[in-house]
């Protein structure tokens, strides 16, 4: 993506001193943002595939937002106040994405996993020479995992925690991707489980609670 | 004294009067005088003759004169007109012989009521004085009291003896409470009488005197030596009372009317005078008690920038003036009770520092007051430019740390935009402000218009608008600052927002506020 980008530079540039091509210098090609917040997602095969408050930034930016009081997936998962905002905008000289999913009341697994609240909070900023991504402000509270109690705050990014006989939990799950020049990309999961077939090893699906993706490219 | 001057049609009304059925009155000697049915003034004139009583004659201490007022006492309340008589000049003294007239219960020793009586006018001719006191809203006797030993009697404390002397009292239902609002204008004068046979009848003329609406007028004249006489015509008479005691010095007349409309009244009586003799009027003007009050609503403006317009003073939402900065205006004929008044039309930059509105309480015959105040500063700055047409902001993040936190995101505007706010409060029984409402999620839109450079500084901007939460349902919210201070927004981004009560402010703990100042 980031060579694509530096390809079209190169030819606008070019096309643009050879006078051959009417090209606005305030808009550069290549400039993306992008953003999505899922309040709670549940995919497995007796619930199939179901998601909670999702809010996804439009490709022009500006602000979205998704509300939901309840959740609830038998056996699976139960959470309310579920709250998922997105902003972000592209920018002359700076590109920058905020996105945040929230839940309360969280109990996964019929309380193998519980929450008070939840919040994942990605924001990703590019300003054509230097491309950011960050999760601050992310946090859990009241975290109980199969009786163990968790301190409040965010846990260290992809901490994990075996689940005998269900699988295991990710916790502050975090994917990076981009350059860091041009473009960069954070998804932030707080709570991840991978549900496993204990028998066969295979996987069984997954429940995320508060999944926070931004991107910017500039 | 004229002692030997006497109309020979005169005693016989005398001696009809003189069929006393008050023998008993213990404030005065047995020479009284029959107690007719009382004069009245019409149903529903606001001012009725109570009770009154009199006596003629010599007194059985001759340095006072004294008059209970057997056998049925005053209302509580009333007014009491005190006319004295007296004949001669006692001990050489001319001039007002009363150091001070006061009331009493008609107990053993009389003891002092305590009522104040204050002189009205004092007239005299040589061998004849009268001298009216007056006392409002009488106290501390037996309401209408029959029982003979609580009977309100008032005497007049001579500082000479006389011989022979008198007084009228008479009591009226309705009058002003206190004495300078009751008492109207009043008038005496005197002259000399001869034979009617000659000259046909004397008059007596105290003088016209302006009555008020509703008030009453209350005359009387005295002749020596006693004769016929003519009261002023359409007035009513109170007594006519004559003295046998010595020689029959002389007689009086009083009267009253009340009147309606207001207006000048100039009582005059027809003495028949069967030979040369003198005579004394006075006439006074009691004013009824008022039925309604004043209210004066007082402005106090301070500071800076007073401005030169009035204000509005508002009377129980209906009535309005104009009111100076510093000033008062005057509400009138206000019925008793309670009155709402609010001030308005306060420039931006003063406020009231007094409550408004408020209630105030008004009391028949009384004027209230109230005062505004008010303070004054500089005017505000003049608003900033607005910002360019493509100037806007988004963001979103986290404001707070800890349990209890706001997450939010915006779009902001000049044409309008979003605001989302998310109030956390974890713990049911926090005490914060943040939480005092519980946690509550806002969706706002922006007020096209609103958005507008903040003071925080030239990153900063400020909008508000209107919006719902299940929580709280409709409010308006106020973005005062949201300021982008640079990336990452954590710590050097800020905002400012009230939603209805609810006020939050600080810097980021996550996400990003960004100000575009123009779109790609």
């Not at chain 2, 015509?233 to 020689?247: G, K, M, N, R």
């Not at chain 2, 003073?313 to 009770?337: C, E, K, M, R, Y």
Request: net charge negative; glycine share 12%.
């Amino acid at each position: 993506m980031s060579a694509l980008v530096s390809n079209h530079r190169g030819l606008v540039a070019l096309l643009v001193l050879s006078g051959g091509l009417a090209v606005p210098l305030g808009t550069a090609w290549g400039q993306s943002v992008a953003g999505q917040a899922t309040a709670a997602t549940v995919n497995t095969p007796a619930a199939g595939s179901q998601t909670f408050a999702r809010a996804t930034l439009p490709s022009a930016g500006g602000i979205q937002n998704s509300d939901l009081d309840n959740a609830g997936v038998p056996n699976t998962l139960g959470a309310a106040g579920l709250t998922s905002i997105t902003t972000g905008q592209i920018d002359q000289g700076l590109v920058s994405v905020t996105a945040s999913a929230e839940a309360a009341d969280v109990n996964i697994e019929n309380g193998l996993i519980t929450a008070k609240q939840v919040l994942a909070l990605a924001t990703s900023y590019a300003n054509g020479t230097t491309a950011t991504s960050e999760s601050n402000g992310s946090t859990v509270l009241n975290l109980v995992i199969a009786g163990v109690s968790y301190a409040d705050g965010a846990p260290a990014p992809n901490t994990r925690v075996a689940l005998p006989g269900v699988g295991y939990v990710v916790l502050n799950e975090q994917i990076s991707s981009g350059d860091r020049v041009h473009s960069t990309s954070l998804t932030v999961k707080m709570i991840h489980v991978y549900l496993v077939n204990s028998l066969t090893g295979a996987s069984a699906g997954e429940i995320v609670v508060g999944a926070a993706t931004s991107t910017a490219t500039l | 004294m004229g002692k030997g001057r006497t109309l020979a049609r005169v005693p016989v009304l005398v001696g009809a009067t003189l069929v006393s059925a008050y023998c008993t009155d213990a404030a005065a000697p047995d020479r009284q005088v029959t107690h007719p049915l009382a004069a009245t003034a019409a149903a529903g004139d606001p001012i009725q003759l109570d009770q009154w009583n009199g006596t003629m004659g010599g007194q059985l201490d001759p340095l006072v004169i004294i008059k209970g007022f057997n056998p049925t006492n005053p209302h509580v309340g009333d007014a009491i007109i005190a006319t004295f008589f007296w004949f001669g000049t006692p001990s050489g003294v001319t001039g007002n012989i009363i150091d001070s007239v006061t009331d009493h219960l008609t107990q053993p020793g009389f003891p002092r009521v305590g009522n104040k009586y204050n002189l009205v006018e004092f007239v005299t001719n040589g061998n004849v004085s009268m001298a009216t006191y007056l006392a409002t809203n009488v106290q501390n006797f037996p309401d209408a009291g029959t029982d003979p030993t609580e009977i309100l009697a008032v005497r007049a404390n001579l500082h000479v003896p006389v011989v022979d002397g008198g007084v009228l009292l008479s009591a009226w239902i309705g009058v002003a409470s206190v004495a300078t609002q009751a008492l109207g204008e009043h008038r005496s004068a005197s002259g000399l009488g001869t034979p009617a046979s000659i000259t046909g009848p004397t008059t007596a003329d105290p003088g016209a005197i302006s009555v008020n609406a509703g008030a009453l007028a209350y005359g009387v004249s005295m002749a020596s030596p006693p004769a016929s006489v003519g009261g002023p015509p359409d007035w009513t008479s109170i007594a006519a009372l004559s003295d046998l005691f010595i020689s029959s010095d002389g007689r009086f007349d009083a009267r009253f009317t009340v009147s309606s409309t207001g207006g000048t009244t100039d009582p005059q009586w027809l003495w028949f005078f069967s030979a040369t003799g003198v005579w004394l009027a006075t006439d006074l003007a009691l004013n009824a008690a008022p039925t309604t009050g004043d209210l004066i609503v007082t402005t106090s403006t301070s500071g800076e920038n007073v401005p030169t317009n009035d204000y509005t003073v508002t009377l129980d939402g209906t009535t309005s003036q104009p009111i100076p900065p510093n000033g008062a205006v005057t509400f009138t004929g206000l019925q008793p009770g309670n009155h709402e008044v609010a001030l308005s039309g306060l420039p931006t930059n003063c406020e009231l520092t007094s409550a408004n509105p408020v209630t105030v309480t008004i009391v028949a015959g009384e004027t209230a007051t109230t005062t505004f105040t008010v303070s004054c500063s500089a005017p505000p700055p003049p608003p900033p430019p607005p910002p360019p047409a493509n100037d806007f902001m988004t963001g979103g993040g986290k404001l707070g740390s800890g349990r209890e936190f706001a997450t939010f995101g915006l779009e902001a505007r000049p044409t309008g935009g979003n605001f989302e706010w998310v109030q956390h409060c974890p713990d049911r029984n926090s005490t914060s402000a943040l939480c005092a409402r519980g946690k509550f999620a806002f969706h706002g839109t922006v007020t096209s218009g609103t958005y507008a450079d903040a003071s925080r500084g030239p990153n900063c901007r400020t909008w508000s608008g209107t919006g719902t939460s299940k929580e709280l349902g409709a409010s308006t919210f106020t973005v005062q600052q949201a300021c982008d201070g640079g990336q990452p927004g954590r710590g050097l981004d800020y905002i400012e927002v009230t939603i209805d009560s609810y006020h939050n402010a600080g810097y980021l703990s996550g996400g990003n506020i960004q100000l575009h100042r123009s779109t790609s």
